[in-house]
């Protein structure tokens, strides 16, 4: 069975400064990686994904994420927030074709200025 | 790109009684839907999973006679909560599989957020 762990449940920073929300993942196959954000009342909005090919991933917005299959890692970055950027963050894991997202427990972004 | 919708997006109920929530995938068809629940500042857990013309796949701990599903056609589920009560109050969000072209992508509705009273 897979699973996620977020390390972090909240990370505060300043604006434009970089963050780093941590992923970890444990599955027995092959996996694919997403991470979506959420900002309050709102649904699910894909920020990028890992399904195979380069282990580094851009997405929408600036942020990238790394897979690190050593790790078992799929940390999300950004070298520089906005206070936009404000919300909750969830990683997910899906192991075989067909099967549903599990989600990891989400992370809140907070950005001040 | 693919959009999915669901209806309502908030509702309001009685203790007691039931709500339909419908998930609709617009511009493709969906052989398999999921539906997760969220609470408050909490992550999405996976309910249950939907196939068109079958009964639905619900997860451990997820009372089938409570959340009813329906995928009746290639664009459509729905969830009802019957009996409803306080306790049921969450976010409901659904997602839908979709394979055109061959791929395997996973959308998600906007979610509908249920107050039971």
């Known amino acids: 069975a897979q699973s996620v762990t977020q390390l972090d449940s909240q990370v505060p920073v300043f604006e434009e400064a970089p963050v780093e929300l941590r992923c970890n993942y444990s599955?027995?196959?092959?996996?694919?990686l997403f991470w979506y954000v959420q900002y309050p009342n709102q649904g699910l909005q894909l920020l990028l994904k890992?399904?195979?090919?380069?282990?580094l991933v851009k997405g929408i917005n600036g942020f990238e994420a790394e897979f690190n299959k050593s790790q078992t890692s799929f940390h999300l970055r950004k070298p520089s927030v906005h206070i936009s950027d404000t919300a909750e963050y969830f990683c997910?894991?899906?192991?075989?074709?067909?099967?549903?997202?599990?989600f990891g427990k989400g992370t809140t972004l907070s950005v001040s200025s | 790109g693919a959009v999915v919708s669901q209806h309502p997006s908030w509702v309001i109920c009685k203790s007691g009684t039931s709500v339909k929530i419908e998930c609709r995938s617009l511009d493709f068809q969906a052989t398999t839907m999921f539906w997760y629940r969220q609470f408050p500042k909490q992550s999405l857990m996976l309910m249950a999973t939907s196939n068109e013309g079958s009964k639905a796949t619900y997860e451990q701990g997820v009372e089938k006679d409570k959340f009813l599903i329906n995928h009746a056609s290639l664009t459509l589920s729905t969830l009802t909560v019957t009996s409803a009560h306080p306790e049921d109050s969450s976010f409901y969000i659904c997602s839908a599989r979709d394979l055109q072209g061959g791929g395997d992508e996973q959308y998600f509705g906007p979610g509908t957020r249920l107050t039971v009273t």
């Open positions: 997910a894991v899906k192991g075989q074709a067909g099967t549903a997202l599990i």
């Open positions: 890992y399904l195979s090919g380069s282990t």
């Open positions: 599955s027995s196959v092959s996996v694919y």
